[in-house]
T-cell receptor, first 117, second 113 residues
Framework: DVKVTQSSRYLVKRTGEKVFLECVQD?????MFWYRQDPGLGLRLIYF???????EKGDIPEGYSVSREKKERFSLILESASTNQTSMYLC????????????????FGDGTRLSIL | GDSVTQMEGPVTLSEEAFLTINCTYT??????LFWYVQYPGEGLQLLLK?????DKGSNKGFEATYRKETTSFHLEKGSVQVSDSAVYFC????????????FGAGTRLAVHP
């Protein structure tokens, strides 16, 4: 089975801190994604990466950056944490190419619930 | 742009009741469609998928049929259990591109004994 591991389930940080959220996948997936999940808003894409050292902005990239130095690891960085970044953060990964049955689904980690005080 | 609309929750049912969660989409081309489930305190798990018109995805007693004529992908289950209580997300993935999913807002299901 695919395993996507996020480094922390719960995290509490202070306003202005630099925060790192780590994600590792073990299936040699090309694509990796960071989402945030907020009540009533569903999941919103922050950033994604389709290859090592490659990154693309998602729908809400402001206040965030990412790093992908190795294929299996994708880090989300809050440069200067603010209270409006309190949220559940979900990492996902998928193969880059469609299978013979169609597009490949994304596989998710268990999430990191981040609180900024 | 592409979008997914789900019925608002929460949906509250008694055990063994029939479940329908509506999902409609707007997309160009021929997207793949997915249902994900999120149990309390966990990440999202893929529940089922359909990749072309008239395909039926099924898993754990849940079913959904890709209806291109009505741009819908409604989730159904004939007899729900308490353990099905979760949040359900409908999502589409446009053909080509980088496998970017577009999610609906999610529908919370609560099943009571």
């Amino acid at each position: 089975d695919v395993k996507v591991t996020q480094s922390s389930r719960y995290l509490v940080k202070r306003t202005g801190e630099k925060v790192f959220l780590e994600c590792v996948q073990d299936m040699d997936h090309e694509n990796m994604f960071w989402y945030r999940q907020d009540p009533g808003l569903g999941l919103r894409l922050i950033y994604f990466s389709y290859d090592v050292k490659m990154k693309e902005k998602g729908d809400i990239p402001e206040g965030y950056s990412v790093s992908r130095e190795k294929k299996e690891r994708f880090s989300l960085i809050l440069e200067s944490a603010s209270t409006n970044q309190t949220s559940m953060y979900l990492c996902a990964s998928s193969f880059g190419r469609p299978s013979r049955t169609g597009n490949q689904p994304q596989h998710f980690g268990d999430g990191t619930r981040l609180s900024i005080l | 742009g592409d979008s997914v609309t789900q019925m608002e929750g929460p949906v509250t049912l008694s055990e063994e009741a029939f479940l329908t969660i509506n999902c409609t989409y707007t997309a160009t081309g021929y997207p793949s469609l997915f249902w994900y489930v999120q149990y309390p305190g966990e990440g999202l798990q893929l529940l089922l998928k359909a990749t072309k018109a008239d395909d039926k995805g099924s898993n754990k007693g849940f079913e959904a049929t890709y209806r291109k004529e009505t741009t819908s992908f409604h989730l159904e289950k004939g007899s729900v259990q308490v353990s099905d209580s979760a949040v359900y997300f409908c999502a589409l993935l446009r053909s080509g591109g980088y496998n970017k999913l577009i999610f609906g807002a999610g529908t919370r299901l609560a099943v009571h004994p």
